[in-house]
């Protein structure tokens, strides 16, 4: 399985964008990069999956280059309800079975 | 109409209580998971299931013992409290079959656990 590595924690103000950035250097060919978002006293939740370039959807958008070593989570325009534990995962479906979360970049948005 | 729930929401017991945690998916997944997230708030899997079937048990203490009766409920049952465990247990669920793309799990509210 792939490790990532994330920034342990990022401060932002209201409106801005802000950019959390996922290094996973060992990604195998059939890996895909997920990301999950935590609030307190709630379960992660899915916000976006992507394989190459570029893929946006209502909530953000994740940008991964030609390497596939990193990749980059997009929030735009944050608000204080964006404040959360962001999680970056590699994996495919073949090992799904034990999917495993790392620390995760705690996203602290000031007003 | 909630995808993953799972009850109590909240349990405060003494050591050495046996104590049970249940969760139910109506998503139709096939696949459901219990995760344990300590005070450091570090998610670690614990179990998965696959069409009712034991698929990972990441050395857990024998005193956990989960329970797939049906592939929409996974119950954790754990006996002989200890302090050490205290957390949040998160039930999810995901569908693997011969889907594209990397496992997708949907997590339930969380069960706040205190052991005193």
């Known amino acids: 399985l792939a490790k990532t590595t994330q920034p342990i924690s990022m401060d932002s103000y209201e409106g801005q964008e802000v950019n959390i950035t996922c290094s996973h250097n060992n990604i195998a060919t059939n890996d895909y990069i997920t990301w999950y978002q935590q609030f307190p006293s709630q379960g992660p939740r899915f916000i976006i999956q992507g394989y190459k370039t570029k893929v946006t959807n209502e909530v953000a958008s994740l940008f991964i280059p030609a390497d596939r070593k990193s990749s980059t989570l997009s929030l735009p325009r944050v608000s204080l309800s964006d404040t959360a534990v962001y999680y970056c995962?590699?994996?495919?479906?073949?090992?799904?079975?034990?999917?495993?979360f790392g620390a995760g970049t705690r996203l602290f948005v000031k007003a | 109409d909630t995808a993953v729930s799972q009850t109590p929401k909240y349990l405060v017991t003494q050591m050495g209580n046996d104590k049970s945690i249940k969760c139910e998916q109506n998503?139709?997944?096939?696949?459901m998971y219990w995760y344990k997230q300590d005070s450091k708030k570090f998610l670690k899997i614990m179990f998965s299931y696959n069409n009712k079937e034991l698929i990972i048990n990441e050395t857990v203490p024998n005193r956990f013992s989960p329970k797939s009766p049906d592939k929409a409920h996974l119950n954790l049952h754990i006996n002989s409290l200890e302090l050490g465990d205290s957390a949040v247990y998160f039930c999810a669920s995901s569908h693997l079959g011969n889907s594209l793309g990397a496992n997708v799990l949907t997590f339930g509210a969380g069960s706040r656990l205190t052991v005193l």
């Open positions: 998503l139709g997944h096939d696949t």
């Open positions: 995962l590699v994996g495919d479906s073949a090992g799904g079975f034990k999917t495993i």
